[in-house]
């Protein structure tokens, strides 16, 4: 039975339609409880690493919302300071035992005391990123990203922050020389650089870097940076500038660490979720932490194949291997994290709130086709009939379809939604199903995006998927299940609850945060990503 009515009574016929489609389904479809089949994850991508006085390593994660503790000798990871209050970018040990962290996206800097209180040394300062105490246990941090300047910290939190330079380039991970200086990347500009904090006084130590990302010293006082564009972590001499590179790792570098007491270095990857020791004298690597996922968010279905928005990385389950692959990463390529995904035989579209990017690619090589920027909070993409891309804007709450050879073409098809979060298209296209922020499920007509109400009383749904059995699957995250809706009549039904999804919200960001997705494998099997406990699950088709 083919249906695609073209009349005015277009919404009853497809309601009849779906109907019909339903009668044939003899009983409802049941699934085996969720199995992680990739994870779950020890955290939610990697960045700022530091070792305290006792030798134990710390690495925190800022999509995450967790700062965590690893053991140097069997990699394992257990959560030190759980969401909201861990979001950590970087952290530092400071005197009297305390330890500071930066939570980049909520703005704050925190310090937890010997006696394990938690306060707000410093609010207000979005993108806050680096942080470091000095000899004298002053504290300095940096805005990256969201901001470009460099602060002292009352640690006590009394007095106003204390700014000391601003527009450098992005000083990302820097420590404090012997020489009392201050010593950082320059994220834009490719430099190592020294700054008096007293004076403000900017001087380059070292240049011709792709992306340094932090510096750190060793005991000896020699001074060591990561490149996260070429994966190499790199000796420099401070007093004439001279490179020697250590070692050679991944794209994607984020921060790294020196343990004193054992000469070792530990570097982060966030792409790949890793945390890697290196003997800086003759260069040997050993894996502590790494999994195949770092951040899964969105998903997408093509025959066998699970495509997976991990925020640092495009990858590819698939099903019959049960094994991931990588399309792309962030700073090996031209990909910006990537956290929503649709993909059909030839090409996969990524969408990014966090870069307002929405990137297609090729199914088969990987390659950049276009970068398309400038939208407000692109949250899901989906391609249409014509060929057209179909955006749902999470700030504006507008649908935007997008055409031409550039993509500069775009018209707003659908307005005034409360923060569209997840699409779906029926399978000849001439349906669309939407979730928002605000509770509502709509069904449009893609030839006029006349809509209709399916439901108003959910909480917080993010990802929704159509199944072949005609049925609307959604990830109701703000109550921690999956539901089976009529797309028609409305009814729903309960496939799983108290899933590993919903990391607390952060005031002034995005309702959904990281995306929980949920799609119909080839075979009938479930699948769905989860912020919680990363990874990616399945829930197996009786």
Not at 142 to 157: K, N, P, S
Not at 251 to 271: C, E, F, G, Q, T
Not at 510 to 527: C, I, K, M, Q, R
Request: charged content about 30%; glycine content about 10%.
């Amino acid at each position: 039975m083919y249906c695609r009515p073209r009349t005015q009574w277009r919404w009853m016929t497809l309601a009849l339609c779906l109907s019909f489609g339903a009668a044939v389904q003899a009983e409802e479809a049941r699934y085996d409880a969720p199995r992680a089949v990739v994870g779950p994850l020890p955290y939610l991508g990697v960045h700022g690493l530091g070792v305290d006085t006792e030798g134990r390593l710390y690495a925190g994660s800022v999509v995450g919302q967790s700062l965590n503790r690893v053991d140097i000798n069997s990699g394992k990871v257990t959560v030190f300071e759980g969401p909201d209050e861990g979001m950590a970018d970087d952290v530092a040990f400071g005197p009297d035992g305390e330890m500071a962290w930066t939570s980049y996206l909520s703005g704050i800097l925190r310090i937890r005391d010997a006696d394990g209180e938690v306060r707000d040394a410093a609010l207000g300062l979005p993108g806050i990123n680096s942080l470091a105490y000095n000899q004298e246990g002053r504290l300095f941090a940096t805005q990256v990203f969201m901001g470009d300047a460099l602060y002292e910290i009352d640690r006590r939190g009394e007095a106003p922050v204390r700014k000391i330079k601003e527009d450098m380039g992005g000083l990302n991970g820097f420590e404090f020389g012997a020489d009392g200086k201050l010593y950082g990347p320059l994220w834009f500009k490719g430099k190592v650089v020294r700054v008096d904090v007293d004076s403000g006084k900017m001087e380059t130590v070292a240049r011709d870097f792709q992306v340094p990302a932090a510096v750190n010293f060793d005991a000896e006082g020699r001074l060591y940076v990561v490149d996260t564009k070429t994966g190499e972590l790199v000796r420099v001499d401070v007093d004439s500038g001279a490179k020697t590179t250590v070692a050679t790792l991944q794209p994607a570098l984020d921060n790294l660490a020196v343990d004193h007491k054992r000469k070792r270095i530990y570097v982060s990857n966030m792409a790949d979720n890793s945390i890697q020791e290196v003997d800086p004298e003759s260069g040997q690597i050993r894996t502590l932490v790494r999994s195949d996922l770092a951040a899964p968010a969105g998903l997408s279905v093509v025959g066998d194949d699970i495509y997976i928005a991990d925020v640092f990385a495009l990858r590819r389950y698939a099903v019959g291997e049960d094994k991931v692959h990588e399309l792309a990463r962030v700073w090996g390529s031209d990909l910006e994290y990537p956290m929503n995904i649709w993909a059909d035989q030839d090409t996969v579209v990524t969408a990014s709130w966090a870069a307002g990017v929405v990137q297609e690619f090729d199914r088969h090589s990987g390659e950049l086709k276009r970068s398309l920027h400038e939208f407000k909070a692109p949250h899901d993409v989906v391609r249409l009939n014509d060929g057209s891309l179909l955006v749902a804007e999470l700030a504006s709450g507008d649908l935007v379809r997008v055409s031409g050879e550039e993509g500069k073409k775009r018209d707003v098809v659908v307005e005034d939604l409360e923060g569209p979060a997840g699409l779906s298209l029926n399978k000849d296209g001439s349906a669309l199903y939407v979730a928002d922020a605000g509770g509502n499920l709509w069904a449009f007509d893609t030839d006029d995006w006349s809509r209709r109400l399916i439901r108003d009383d959910l909480v917080l749904p993010e990802g929704i998927d159509l199944t072949r059995d005609g049925k609307l699957l959604v990830m109701e995250v703000g109550k921690r299940r999956l539901l089976e809706v009529d797309p028609v009549r409305g009814d729903q039904r309960v496939l799983a609850e108290e899933l590993p999804v919903g990391l607390p919200q952060l005031q002034g960001l995005p309702p959904t945060g990281v995306f929980n997705d949920v799609v119909e494998a080839a075979n009938g099997d479930l699948y769905f990503s989860a912020d919680r406990k990363g990874g990616l699950y399945r829930m197996k088709r009786r």
